[in-house]
């Protein structure tokens, strides 16, 4: 009786050990999955063979030391792993077109997640939820959320072409290189309520946005072609590289009270909608240029006091008043160290260097007297082309 139950056992014991360990391990089947069950920890990475048409539970093991890999499979619907905690290196999955199931519900530790051409799965089975990994980019999925990824600290995160993801909410504290969300959902919202520092962010095509605690960026954060009417940063202060607000649009506010200090570039571009800045009122200094044009009727910036590259402002409405502030905060020993331009009437707001150094016509570039009724008479109304000429004499010297 004894021998009965010894030899299953020993099989066991010595097929375990014989496979628990491999630079990579392929599997064709579920009895290939079933094989290294005993494996509490399996010591290498595990792929799933392209011709597997089983759908494959990998129960038992509870940490892979290696990747855990699935390309091109095209047949297999189902991928699951009761037991597993922990992917040390990569978790890959690319190419599996009929993939609609993926459950992992104790799993927390992931190295990379690397998920691309998932056209078929649209949710996940992650009931711990993974709360630590080095890089995640998710692309092309059909994924509707991201439940079972809830990350406190990530360093690089992509979010990229998941048409019916409209929810990213993560507790994100921070991001420690970059993280990059374009072209998700029509409606997606993009929620971190706890992240307090990125290196860098960049947001495109977003809906909502919300970083309430963000204090400080240490690279550049952008946003483009977004469609939210707000933006706004409530604790940034302090901006490392640039901060970029390009075709949002929509967007009729932004607002970031608490920013003193953009290091690189401030641009604010081609947000139709946009009629008033007036949402830096804390910034003293701007180490690159300052480049805005849209449809402005008034820019603000009542702290300003440091701005040490260009400064180019150009609207298609009639700007004169801000142009009036800012022309005599020009000059190199001045607040605005670079090259000054300001313009309103424009047909085609540009950005910097599409206009003469100097220009200052913050009413009509075409015409009038009205542009210039300044009350600091520092420069003559007059023809386009002569303005620019005197102020430009003003600016350089
Ligand atoms: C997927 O498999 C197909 C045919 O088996 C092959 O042509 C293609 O190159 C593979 N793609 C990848 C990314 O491995
Ligand atoms: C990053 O965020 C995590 C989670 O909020 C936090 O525990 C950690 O202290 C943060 N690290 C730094 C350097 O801010
Ligand atoms: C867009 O998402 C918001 C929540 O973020 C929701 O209130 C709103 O109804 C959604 N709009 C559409 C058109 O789905
Ligand atoms: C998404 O953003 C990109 C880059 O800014 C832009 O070219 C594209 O038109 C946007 N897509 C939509 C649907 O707005
Ligand atoms: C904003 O920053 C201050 C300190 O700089 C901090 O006390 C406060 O909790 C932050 N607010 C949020 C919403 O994180
Ligand atoms: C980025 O900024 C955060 C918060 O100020 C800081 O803790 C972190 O060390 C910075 N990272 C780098 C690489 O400078
Ligand atoms: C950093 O952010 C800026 C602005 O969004 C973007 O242009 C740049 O490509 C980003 N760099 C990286 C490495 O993500
Ligand atoms: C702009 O947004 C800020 C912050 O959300 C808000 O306090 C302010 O009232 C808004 N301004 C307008 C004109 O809507
Ligand atoms: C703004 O729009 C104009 C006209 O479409 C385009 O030439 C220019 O490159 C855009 N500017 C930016 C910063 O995208
Ligand atoms: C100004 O607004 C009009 C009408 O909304 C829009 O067509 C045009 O592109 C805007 N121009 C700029 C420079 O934003």
Same mark, same amino acid.
């Given at each position: 009786?004894?021998?009965?139950?010894?030899?299953?056992?020993?099989?066991?014991?010595?097929?375990?050990? =014989? $496979?628990?360990?491999?630079?990579?391990?392929?599997?064709?089947?579920?009895?290939?999955?079933? @094989?290294?069950?005993?494996?509490?920890?399996?010591?290498?990475?595990? @792929?799933?063979?392209?011709?597997?048409?089983?759908?494959?539970?990998?129960?038992?093991?509870?940490?892979?030391?290696?990747?855990?890999?699935?390309?091109?499979?095209?047949?297999?619907?189902?991928?699951?792993?009761?037991?597993?905690?922990?992917?040390?290196?990569?978790?890959?999955?690319?190419?599996?077109?009929?993939?609609?199931?993926?459950?992992?519900?104790?799993?927390?530790?992931?190295?990379?997640?690397?998920?691309?051409?998932?056209?078929?799965?649209?949710?996940?089975?992650?009931?711990?939820?993974?709360?630590?990994?080095?890089?995640?980019?998710? $692309?092309?999925?059909?994924?509707?959320?991201?439940?079972?990824?809830?990350?406190?600290?990530?360093?690089?995160?992509?979010?990229?072409?998941?048409?019916?993801?409209?929810?990213?909410?993560?507790?994100?504290?921070?991001?420690?290189?970059?993280?990059?969300?374009? =072209?998700?959902?029509?409606?997606?919202? =993009?929620?971190?309520?706890?992240?307090?520092?990125?290196?860098?962010?960049?947001?495109?095509?977003?809906?909502?946005?919300?970083?309430?605690?963000?204090?400080?960026?240490?690279?550049?954060?952008?946003?483009?072609?977004?469609?939210?009417?707000?933006?706004?940063?409530?604790?940034?202060?302090?901006?490392?590289?640039?901060?970029?607000?390009?075709?949002?649009?929509?967007?009729?506010?932004?607002?970031?009270?608490?920013?003193?200090?953009?290091?690189?570039?401030?641009?604010?571009?081609?947000?139709?909608?946009?009629?008033?800045?007036?949402?830096?009122? =804390?910034?003293?200094?701007?180490?690159?240029?300052?480049?805005?044009?849209?449809?402005?009727?008034?820019?603000?910036?009542?702290?300003?006091?440091?701005?040490?590259?260009?400064?180019?402002? $150009?609207?298609?409405?009639?700007?004169?008043?801000?142009?009036?502030?800012?022309?005599?905060?020009?000059?190199?020993?001045?607040?605005?160290?670079?090259?000054?331009?300001?313009?309103?009437?424009? @047909?085609?707001?540009?950005?910097?260097?599409?206009?003469?150094?100097?220009?200052?016509?913050?009413?009509?570039?075409?015409?009038?007297?009205?542009?210039?009724?300044?009350?600091?008479?520092?420069?003559?109304?007059?023809?386009?082309?002569?303005?620019?000429?005197?102020?430009?004499?003003?600016?350089?010297?």
């Amino acid at each position: 009786m004894a021998a009965r139950y010894l030899v299953p056992a020993l099989a066991i014991a010595g097929r375990a050990a =014989a $496979q628990c360990s491999a630079a990579t391990s392929t599997i064709q089947n579920q009895g290939d999955a079933s @094989a290294i069950a005993a494996c509490s920890t399996f010591s290498g990475s595990i @792929a799933i063979a392209t011709g597997t048409t089983d759908n494959i539970a990998l129960d038992g093991v509870q940490r892979i030391t290696g990747s855990l890999i699935a390309n091109n499979a095209t047949s297999i619907t189902g991928l699951s792993a009761s037991s597993l905690e922990r992917i040390d290196d990569t978790f890959s999955l690319t190419q599996l077109t009929v993939l609609t199931t993926l459950n992992f519900p104790r799993l927390t530790i992931v190295g990379t997640i690397d998920w691309q051409a998932l056209p078929a799965l649209q949710g996940l089975s992650f009931t711990t939820g993974v709360q630590q990994a080095g890089s995640v980019s998710i $692309q092309n999925t059909q994924l509707n959320t991201l439940d079972g990824i809830n990350l406190e600290m990530v360093d690089t995160m992509t979010i990229a072409n998941n048409p019916y993801l409209n929810d990213i909410n993560m507790q994100l504290g921070n991001i420690t290189q970059s993280l990059i969300i374009e =072209a998700n959902g029509r409606n997606v919202s =993009a929620i971190f309520p706890n992240l307090e520092w990125a290196y860098n962010m960049t947001l495109r095509n977003v809906s909502t946005m919300s970083i309430p605690s963000l204090a400080s960026i240490n690279g550049s954060m952008g946003f483009y072609a977004n469609f939210f009417e707000s933006i706004s940063g409530p604790n940034l202060t302090t901006v490392g590289g640039s901060l970029s607000f390009v075709s949002n649009e929509a967007m009729t506010n932004l607002s970031f009270p608490e920013l003193t200090t953009v290091n690189g570039g401030l641009q604010v571009a081609n947000n139709t909608a946009l009629e008033e800045v007036n949402g830096f009122p =804390a910034l003293k200094t701007v180490g690159g240029a300052l480049d805005f044009n849209g449809n402005f009727t008034s820019v603000e910036l009542p702290e300003i006091s440091d701005i040490r590259g260009a400064f180019n402002l $150009q609207s298609a409405a009639d700007i004169s008043s801000s142009c009036d502030h800012f022309q005599p905060l020009s000059g190199s020993n001045n607040v605005i160290k670079g090259t000054y331009t300001c313009s309103g009437g424009e @047909a085609a707001p540009g950005g910097t260097g599409t206009l003469s150094p100097g220009t200052n016509t913050g009413g009509s570039s075409s015409s009038s007297a009205s542009a210039s009724s300044s009350a600091n008479g520092v420069y003559i109304s007059g023809v386009t082309g002569v303005m620019g000429v005197i102020a430009a004499i003003f600016g350089v010297l």
